[in-house]
């Protein structure tokens, strides 16, 4: 809460007033206008000269949304944001062991193992590769862990929070690789962070050579802190753990490295017993946003909106039900749509006041479809924790109220 | 200059030994990454009391953070119970968790020995190893953990569709 607007500060004051503090107040509020950050709201804006330029914009003192942050990780209000960008402020955050903090001056990445030449780049070096910028979504595959047993989350920052999407830039990692040059017997790449954690996950390396990124920039600008200043691996499409934050170590090797976030955790344990391992692909998934868990709608016009994805390429479809699945039709893709990538979905409707349950189901390229939740269920059990990526039921009930329920 | 043919840009510089020996801490099943050293059960359970119990409970099973002793038979149950004796597959995970990320506050710290002395104890508390065994650069690999045989390749997408 530390973005308190302007209003609720005055409404604080008009009550402290109120108990007694007249005098106080009398004191406070010319205080107040003189002070930047808490700017007198005028009458009427067209007779008042406005503010001066700045350094770094902020966004307007009355807008509110914002992550919900626990100890290690804070989720994206999704239902507060439109189109496909996740402002970089509002990008979710899991780290495990806190964010460094890291002069980029300072900064290596270290590449050897199975390679030619093991060698180290600097932060300016790595610049000054050949760029290249693409928009894709980041998924936590823990987003949604707290939804397999019960409705567990009431918005659908807290069911469906840990996705975001951005334009992500950086220089290709095949490219870096081509420059220490891969032995042939090459096949998994270990990526380490200079974070508390030291988080270390082992890659396949031929599928990552295909997009796999180095990225210094999100956005437009450079990486956030959160997001692993200076440098993140990002392999699109493929669960967010594997994007190695605060990247500075790269080790070729011919076997998996089985570390304890690809064995103890990161693996989903299945009904019979087995866990399966290296499970990175993010399946498709989609959710709407608004009308979401949390809201109040009114009877009349209300435009359903939500947002899909697929880690294995483009959405071709989303359909909408408001009566809990038994009818589906087909949703507005907003363009460009972008494989692994945010896709915006709108649905125009009409509420009767009725009782509804609103669902979205997407498809992707590869013919896959967004599976019921009693599906997944039937498939994996209920203690895989990762990966799922069921449809999201939100009831509206006769008052207007939406609220997360299983059907 | 157009040197694209060898992908060769002229950025970066080669790695020394010592520069890659100081970052270069990860631990493969194999063993290949352990370093010299050597830690007893005895010695394990008081570096555990010293560093590792406030966090992890006494024995390891109490908590208040993650639960690192028992659970063993439950995978397949309404209540798994996933501990490092339990779950993990490869007893090298250990040595190179430890190692790279506990303490949790103060990570990084413990010498060689330390670490592979509070690795024998956990695995002497979870009946994986006895109590007189020695963990070293040669035992640790060859410890077989109960769980070796329970992970699976990714076989998704794995949900027919309707």
Redesign the interface.
Known sequence: MSQKPTLSRRTFLTAASLAGLAAAQAMLQPLQAQTPDAPTVPEDPTKVPGAPPSAYGQRSSFEQAQRLAGSSSSLTPLQDLHGIVTPASLHFERH??GVPLIDPARHRL???GLVE??????MD??K???AVSRLAFIECSGNSAGEWHEPGGQTAQQTQGLISSSEWTGVLLA?VL????MKPDATWM?A?GAD???M?RSIPLAPALEEALLCYAQNGEALRPEQGYPLRLLIPGWEGNVCIKWL??L?L?A?P????EE??HY?D?M???????????M?AKSVITSPSGGQQIRPGFVEIRGLAWSGRGRVTQVEVSTDGGETWRKAQLQKPVLAKCHTRFRFPWRWNGQEAILQSRCADE?G??Q??RQ??V???GL?SIY?NNAIQSWKVSRDGAVHNVHV | MAQEKSGNHGLGRTATDVEIRAWNIDIAPTGEGLPPGRGTVQEGRQVFAQKCAKCHGQTGVEGPMDRLVGGHGTLKTDRPIKTLGSYWPYATTLYDYIRRAMPFTTPQSLTPDEVYSVVAWLLYQNKIIPEDAVMDATTLPAVQMPNRQGFVPDPRPDVPKR
Request: proline share 6%; net charge positive.
């Open positions: 495990h062991n270290l590449i050897h030449r093991p060698m180290i780049f600097t070096e790595l000054r590769f050949p490219i081509r420059e220490v040059g270990l380490e508390a954690a030291a270390t500075r170590r080790k090797g076997a490295f089985m570390t304890r064995t103890s693996t344990l009904p019979n017993g087995t866990a399966r391992q290296f499970t990175l692909v399946e590869t896959y479809v599976p019921s599906a997944l039937a498939v994996r203690h990966h």
